[in-house]
C-alpha cells in the first residue's frame, strides 16, 4: 500500500531545467519528511535535498543550493524538485524518500523508511 513513485527524469543540455515529482499514496504524506537523493555510477546514495515535516523548512546539499528546490504539496500527496542551471556532474539516479523521524533534516540513506524506485537523470549536451 505504502509507495512512492518518481518522474520528470530525462535528458536534458548543460544550463536546462527538470522538474521531478514523487507521487506517495498509502500513507498520509504531511506525517513525513521527505527526502531527495541521487546515486551517480560507483557512487554512494547521496543526500540532496529534504522537507522537514516539523514545519516544512528546507535544507539542501551544497553542490546544489541556489539551483534546486523542493517543495511539497500535501493535499495533492506530492513532492516535487525543481532542478535549474543543471550541470553535467547533477546526472544521477535521483530517489524520493520519506521518514519519520523528529530530526529536522535527515540526510543518511538509514534514516529513511520508504523510497521511491528512481528516475534517471542525465545531463549531456
Known amino acids: 500500500q505504502v509507495q512512492l513513485v518518481e518522474s520528470g527524469g530525462g535528458l536534458v543540455q548543460p544550463g536546462g531545467s527538470l522538474r521531478l515529482s514523487c507521487a506517495a499514496s498509502?500513507?498520509?504524506?504531511?506525517?513525513?519528511?521527505i527526502g531527495w537523493f541521487r546515486q551517480a555510477p560507483g557512487k554512494e546514495r547521496e543526500g540532496v535535498s529534504c522537507?522537514?515535516?516539523?514545519?516544512?523548512?528546507?535544507s539542501y546539499a551544497d553542490s546544489v543550493k541556489g539551483r534546486f528546490t523542493i517543495s511539497r504539496d500535501n493535499a495533492k500527496t506530492t513532492v516535487y524538485l525543481q532542478m535549474n542551471s543543471l550541470k553535467p556532474e547533477d546526472t544521477a539516479v535521483y530517489y524520493c524518500?520519506?521518514?519519520?523521524?523528529?530530526?529536522?533534516?535527515?540526510?543518511?540513506?538509514?534514516?529513511?523508511?520508504?523510497w521511491g524506485q528512481g528516475t534517471q537523470v542525465t545531463v549531456s549536451s
Open positions: 524518500a520519506a521518514s519519520t523521524t523528529w530530526r529536522y533534516y535527515p540526510i543518511k540513506v538509514y534514516e529513511y523508511e520508504y
Open positions: 498509502g500513507f498520509t504524506l504531511d506525517y513525513y519528511t
Open positions: 522537507s522537514s515535516r516539523r514545519d516544512s523548512s528546507t
